[in-house]
């Protein structure tokens, strides 16, 4: 009964924690997936509609407003940049969202991957106007939108949608047709009970300012903005163009004119507020709905990362497993799989890329099938692939061969902020890792072989569009085919990531916990300087021998970090595990085999002797229990 009671809770314990498990993994699924929309390079404290692949088609297609749609990739240093403009474009129209919603979608998430390639977006970032009533077609994916001037954005914005007003019938659109002689007698008729005011603003030639303030106050029930620019019209209701430049009628006719200090929609804004809020008026009340959930979720992920970031501060020079499958991960199944057309050299360039990462694929034993499998899919075009039908073949792979990754998170290349390193850090790391295995073994006497391998990808795939742009100028700077072999090459990569940081130090896209320093520290590699930096020339006077070493250590598999790997049974065991199994087999291979024979005769001779001991007292007792059973 105890053993059955015992057994009984042993199998409670394991039902016990398999169910925990399962409710942690679902929570990490839905925070990672939450991660997606909110750690991208806007959060739910913007005023930024974070758009999806779930969400795009309900709130921009078919609608009776307009939208803003920026296609941006999270890593993109351009769209790091532009980021603080559009959330203040966006706190900026924030009124206007009745008529206009200030909209963003991140094409560096996976699942975004079908609209951006949908959309036909090549370059980060990519704005585009979509109008009410719109529906996505061919050669129809909206209005680009070619500046990123905050002034220009809003001025074009404003026509657009004033352009909208003649050609949507749509019953809650404002009323942007200029004040008309006709007009001043009848700037009631028509409006509800409720509009208590008319507010005619001056708009000058050639100016939005009247548009942009009738947009303003569109969510305000008690009054109507109008705008007008005629002189004469404008005299009757007390507006000239000089000093009185905004007016209130009410019901009654009653006309007062106001100054403004500027004229601007800021400066007209800010006079007609002082008037709405004298009146006690108010705007409409926002339906807002709880992220309190959300916000929860992401408080626990930064916990997360600011627990991995301490642990990699800690090791500033270990590569990590987990960034280079997430590497992997970002190339295959979202950069290459949004394009919409590979052919010619973009389809060279992925059969090459393909070759070096099934030569020296650092995944497991899944992994590398997965690889091998698309690898050989790829080569057997000659001509043109499309982005679609690559990500099939990878989507159907990955369930043939799943599990196919150890890890789904960055660590080594964890930014401290949800908008640094990650992906940009991962391929550096990755590509680096790739130099050095083909420096390390005799697979291919290609000494360019990952270079161009690099170059292509970067050039054909890669989403930040500036930063290729760069690499391609470097690369030709420093004469990167003219690379004679491939130790070279691991420092030919070395180099040109130093250029890189050096180039982006102090930028704004710098994660402040991870500032780019040349590469390796003095800390981690004091013998790879052969002298402290010169103050005067600020050039560090490296010894490439003791790089090169050091690179093609950090770079060993033996010695890649699994911290941070969920899933470690499916890598390949490291030699640590491989000496722990072995380690009796290796004391009994080394063992004397004279000794072991002799020790194997006296086992067996020590077993003869029991036997015949235990026999022997066997024999001697039976006559005695013969005779106490005769007597009785």
Avoid at 141 to 148: A, F, M, N
Avoid at 396 to 420: D, M, R, W
């Amino acid at each position: 009964m105890a053993v059955v009671q015992q057994l009984f809770a042993v199998v409670l314990f394991f039902v016990v924690i398999t169910v925990s498990l399962g409710g942690i993994l679902k929570k990490y699924e839905a925070v990672m997936k939450q991660q997606s929309l909110e750690l991208g390079l806007y959060n739910s404290s913007d005023k930024v509609v974070i758009l999806s692949n779930v969400n795009l088609k309900e709130i921009v297609l078919q609608q009776n407003h307009s939208s803003l749609v920026e296609f941006y990739n999270s890593y993109c240093g351009h769209c790091k940049r532009f980021a603080p403009t559009y959330k203040k474009l966006a706190d900026e129209l924030y009124p206007w969202r009745s008529v206009l919603r200030i909209c963003a979608i991140d094409c560096a998430a996976e699942e975004n991957n079908e609209i951006c390639r949908e959309y036909e977006i090549m370059a980060y970032p990519t704005m585009r106007y979509i109008g009410p009533h719109f529906t996505a077609g061919p050669q129809n994916y909206g209005t680009p939108l070619e500046t990123q001037n905050l002034s220009e954005i809003k001025n074009n914005l404003a026509q657009w949608l004033v352009a909208e007003n003649r050609t949507a019938n749509i019953t809650n659109w404002p009323n942007f047709q200029h004040v008309t002689e006709s007009d001043v007698d009848t700037l009631f008729e028509g409006l509800g009970s409720q509009k208590e005011y008319v507010i005619v603003v001056y708009e000058p030639e050639n100016s939005t300012i009247g548009v942009e303030t009738i947009l303003n106050f569109q969510r305000w029930s008690n009054v109507q903005v109008r705008r007008v620019t005629d002189n004469e019209i404008a005299a009757k209701l007390k507006i000239d163009s000089a000093k009185y430049k905004i007016a209130t009628i009410d019901r009654k006719g009653n006309i007062v004119p106001y100054t403004s200090l500027a004229d601007t929609s800021k400066a007209y804004t800010e006079t007609i507020s002082s008037f709405l809020n004298a009146q006690h008026f108010t705007e409409l009340p926002e339906v807002v709905s709880s992220t309190a959930a959300n916000l929860l979720l992401l408080a626990e992920r930064q916990h997360e990362n600011e627990e991995i970031v301490k642990e990699v501060k800690k090791n500033k020079h270990l590569v990590y497993q987990a960034d280079l499958e997430m590497a992997i991960r970002g190339t295959i199944f979202n950069e290459v799989s949004k394009v919409g057309e590979i052919s010619n050299d973009r389809l060279l360039a992925l059969q090459r890329f393909l070759a070096v990462l099934n030569r020296y694929n650092p995944l497991g034993a899944n992994g590398k099938i997965f690889i091998t499998k698309l690898y050989e899919y790829v080569m057997q075009f000659n001509q043109q692939l499309s982005g679609k039908d690559f990500e099939n073949e990878v989507t159907k792979l990955e369930s043939q061969y799943k599990p196919i990754f150890s890890a789904n998170h960055y660590v080594g290349c964890t930014g401290s902020q949800p908008s640094t390193r990650g992906f940009t850090c991962s391929v550096w790391q990755l590509f680096h890792y790739l130099t050095v295995q083909a420096a390390r073994t005799e697979i291919s006497q290609d000494p360019l072989e990952i270079l161009q391998a690099m170059h292509g990808y970067i050039k054909h795939f890669f989403g930040c569009t500036n930063c290729a742009e760069h690499f391609q100028a470097m690369a030709t700077k420093r004469k990167i085919w003219s690379t004679p072999n491939k130790d070279d090459a691991v420092l030919w990569l070395w180099a040109a990531h130093n250029e890189v940081n050096n180039r982006l130090a102090g930028d704004s896209t710098e994660d402040p916990l991870f500032p780019k320093i040349q590469f390796p520290s003095q800390s981690s590699c004091s013998g790879c300087y052969k002298q402290p930096i010169s103050p005067a020339t600020m050039e560090t006077n490296w010894d490439k021998n003791a790089v090169l070493s050091f690179l093609k250590n950090i770079h060993n598999p033996e010695y890649i970090s699994r911290y941070g790997v969920e899933h470690e049974e499916l890598l390949q065991p490291t030699i640590e595990k491989l000496r722990q199994k072995r380690m009796i087999g290796n004391v009994f291979s080394d063992m004397d085999m004279r000794m072991g024979m002799l020790l194997y005769v006296f086992c067996i001779g020590m077993m003869v002797i029991a036997f015949k001991l235990f026999a022997f007292k066997g024999y001697r007792k039976k006559p005695y229990g013969h005779d106490l059973l005769g007597k009785v």
